[in-house]
Structure formats: structure tokens, C-alpha cells
């Protein structure tokens, strides 16, 4: 499928900056915690760039995006570059990307969701429910309508919740 702008460049540019405000993080030295040959390709990969330069071709095919190795400090690094992607290119493989990081993972359990503050959780939710409202017939084309909306009932929990469900 070929990149596209979907959103305007002050649409994006406004949803970064206020990702960037809520997950206010310094750039880690370690991205991903183990050390095995494909993840600290991964970790050169998440080096090399930062959150205002990583591109779509950098996170690669989702299966492959080195953020689906990442820590928890690792992705509120990134989230805001993910933010900004997912705006310019609301195409499969940023969706994926995306979707990745957000759902849970063995055992119900989903690290960067459970080290999120509130405020990280609800922009989130809000951040999802933009994508809802405005990009319905790109997660229909990509196949990840029921996900996307799974993803923003969860960020939506009461954040306060202690249980993870």
C-alpha cells in the first residue's frame, strides 16, 4: 500500500506534541532487555534514531518492529514517534506496530500499559478513540477494527484499577 498523508500536518503535529507532553521521558541507554543477535539489532536499530527521527521503515514489518522488544521505558520513549506514524500513515504495518504495543501479551499481562500513569493511559484512550472516529475505513482495509476498539476499551479502564484484565 502505498504512504500517504491521511491527516493534516497541524493534526499530527498537534497529537505528537501532546503525546510528547504526557510521555515526557529521557531516551534510554538500553531499549530492549535481552541480548540476543536479533534484539540487539533491535537496540541499534532504537540507538541510532530518536522520536523525532525514527521512520516507518525503521520499525519494519510489525512481526519485526524492534518495539515489540522494547521495555516499558523504551516504548514511552517512542510512543510519541508512534503517534506521529501512525497519523501520517494510517496503513497496515503502522497499525500493527501500533497494536502491538498496546495489547496485551502472555497472561493478560501488558507491561507498558501497567507502568503507565493515568494521564498516559488516557491520552491513549483518547489518542485511539481519534483513530476510531476519523480513520474507520483504514483499520477496515487493515483488518484491525475489532483490535483497535479492544485497545481503546482497555486504555479506557478506570485507571485507577489495580487489575489488570
Known amino acids: 500500500m502505498a504512504e500517504q498523508v491521511v491527516n493534516t500536518p497541524e493534526e499530527t503535529i498537534g497529537w505528537a506534541k501532546?503525546?510528547?507532553?504526557?510521555?515526557?521521558?529521557?531516551?534510554?541507554?538500553r531499549f530492549v532487555a535481552c541480548g540476543c543477535a536479533e534484539c540487539s539489532d533491535h537496540q541499534q536499530t532504537l540507538l541510532a534514531a530518536d522520536v523525532e527521527?525514527?521512520?516507518?521503515?525503521?520499525?519494519?514489518?510489525?512481526?519485526?518492529?524492534?518495539?515489540?522488544?522494547?521495555?516499558?521505558?523504551?516504548?514511552k520513549y517512542y510512543f510519541p514517534a508512534l503517534v506521529r506514524?501512525?497519523?501520517?500513515?494510517?496503513?497496515?504495518e503502522?497499525?500493527?506496530?501500533?497494536?502491538?504495543?498496546?495489547r496485551d501479551g502472555r497472561g493478560g499481562k501488558n507491561p507498558?500499559?501497567?507502568?503507565?500513569?493515568?494521564?498516559?493511559?488516557n491520552f491513549v484512550a483518547d489518542f485511539l478513540g481519534h483513530i476510531i472516529e476519523t480513520h474507520a475505513g483504514?483499520?477496515?482495509?487493515?483488518?484491525?477494527?475489532d483490535e483497535v476498539?479492544?485497545?481503546?476499551?482497555?486504555?479506557?479502564?478506570?485507571?485507577r484499577s489495580e487489575s489488570v484484565q
Open 85 to 92: 506514524l501512525t497519523l501520517q500513515y494510517a496503513e497496515e
Open 53 to 75: 527521527t525514527v521512520t516507518l521503515s525503521d520499525l519494519g514489518h510489525s512481526a519485526l518492529n524492534p518495539l515489540n522488544f522494547a521495555t516499558p521505558a523504551g516504548l
Open 112 to 121: 507498558f500499559w501497567e507502568s503507565s500513569t493515568a494521564g498516559q493511559r
Open 94 to 102: 503502522i497499525l500493527q506496530a501500533l497494536l502491538s504495543v498496546l
Open 138 to 145: 483504514e483499520l477496515d482495509l487493515a483488518g484491525v477494527t
Open 149 to 159: 476498539l479492544w485497545a481503546y476499551e482497555r486504555w479506557s479502564q478506570d485507571s
Open 18 to 29: 501532546r503525546a510528547q507532553s504526557v510521555f515526557t521521558v529521557p531516551k534510554p541507554t
